[in-house]
């Protein structure tokens, strides 16, 4: 039973570019949830995906968009890249919004 | 802003002791999650609970959840150096709100 899986691992970019990250949930779960982890810090909620649609955000700006496509799996897009944008990005999925929450092993962002 | 302070950032502790790892905030929340991250993977649940004054153990870690549902305790016994890691308390507010708050975590390292 294969669990949330996240490529690529590791991703260097450069300020001002632009990049995806692609998440496909655990095997039955159909939401699809997006966290970013600074260095130091718990992971802060980006957005929720369920039906192809984004069902909830947090406090995070235009920059960062996502999609859900019919098979559940998602993709987080993330334009004009800070150096604040350097953090680890975890996708979580379940099944329904709440609980429980399984995370995959994130993609690990580094901005220069 | 929902927040949940924990409580010690940092631990360090020898092998065999016994700690206590705190989770407060201000808002009640439906649920509450406790995870472990290690390095370079993401975080893995270990329990939630739900209902006020709940109390659940799991091996040598006993989970508690405050009466007024605000707070939670994590003690684990006996510590070993493989409970080194990164435990993180997260709250769910149910409902349409489907995002999980997190704390910073506590870094607990266990010295053989």
């Known amino acids: 039973d294969a669990g949330v899986t996240q490529s690529p691992t590791h991703l260097i970019k450069t300020r001002g570019q632009q990049v995806t990250l692609r998440c496909s949930p655990k095997s039955g779960h159909d939401t699809v949830s997006w966290y970013q982890q600074a260095l130091g810090q718990g992971p802060q909620f980006i957005f929720q995906?369920?039906?192809?649609?984004?069902?909830q955000r947090g406090n995070f700006p235009d920059r960062f968009s996502g999609h859900q496509f019919p098979n559940y799996s998602s993709e987080l897009n993330v334009n004009a890249l800070l150096l604040g944008d350097s953090a680890l990005y975890l996708c979580?999925?379940?099944?329904?919004?709440?609980?429980?929450?399984?995370f995959g092993d994130g993609t690990r962002l580094s901005i220069l | 802003t929902q927040l949940l302070e924990q409580s010690p950032q940092f631990l360090s502790i020898q092998e065999g002791e016994n700690l206590t790892v705190y989770c407060n905030s201000s808002?009640?929340?439906?649920?509450l999650q406790w995870y472990r991250q290690e390095p370079g993977e993401g975080p893995v649940l270990l329990v939630t609970?739900?209902?006020?004054?709940e109390v659940k153990k799991l091996k040598r870690l006993t989970f508690q959840f405050g009466d007024a549902r605000k707070d939670s305790s994590l003690h684990i016994t006996a510590a070993q150096p493989g409970d080194t890691g990164l435990y993180l308390c997260?709250?769910?507010?149910?409902?349409?709100?489907?995002?999980?708050?997190f704390g910073k975590g506590t870094l607990l390292t266990v010295n053989p």
């Open positions: 979580a999925s379940s099944l329904t919004g709440n609980q429980p929450q399984h």
């Open positions: 997260a709250g769910d507010s149910g409902g349409s709100n489907y995002k999980l708050t």
């Open positions: 609970v739900v209902t006020g004054g």
């Open positions: 808002s009640v929340f439906s649920s």
């Open positions: 995906y369920y039906e192809e649609e984004e069902r």
